[in-house]
């Protein structure tokens, strides 16, 4: 049996629980609309989850991924059974929950930065939390994949 995925990690999967429980409180705080006159007070907590998004998409990529060996054995394998191989995209394919931590940490900061600028009304909210609960769903999804 060959390892076609990185080997689930306890600590990552608890630092992505404790992310959306942060992001979640966000969402709570800027509530239905967010004046840019209180931003100051919401600052400390994307700072927080920007910090908090950071470390654990380096931590996702510190571990080992499969060997390419491993992968071209798959790849032949499949291909005798006329399967579509396995592709390889180092920014996606090798992690692929650091990508949607990533894209979160992006969403989130450019959520800062519309929030510091203008505040935060009630179109921007809904577009916002969808994105970031997209993002979230799937790192959270895919590291309790590697549980099983």
Do not use: C, W
Request: no cysteine; charged share 20%; proline share 6%.
């Amino acid at each position: 049996m060959a390892q076609l995925a990185p080997f689930y990690s306890p600590a990552i999967s608890a630092e992505l629980s404790a992310a959306n429980s942060d992001i979640q409180s966000l969402f709570v705080a800027v509530g239905a609309d967010a004046d840019a006159s209180t931003f100051a007070s919401r600052q400390p907590a994307y700072d927080h989850i920007v910090a908090e998004l950071n470390a654990t998409e380096l931590e996702i990529k510190a571990r080992p991924t499969p060997s390419p060996d491993v992968l071209a054995a798959a790849n032949k394998v499949l291909q005798r059974l006329k399967i579509n191989g396995m592709t390889a995209d180092p920014n996606f394919s090798d992690y692929p929950s650091a990508r949607s931590v990533a894209d979160l940490a992006d969403t989130i900061s450019h959520m800062e930065k519309a929030d510091r600028a203008a505040g935060l009304h009630r179109e921007a909210i809904p577009a916002f939390e969808q994105q970031a609960t997209i993002f979230l769903t799937q790192a959270i999804t895919y590291e309790n994949f590697l549980k099983r």
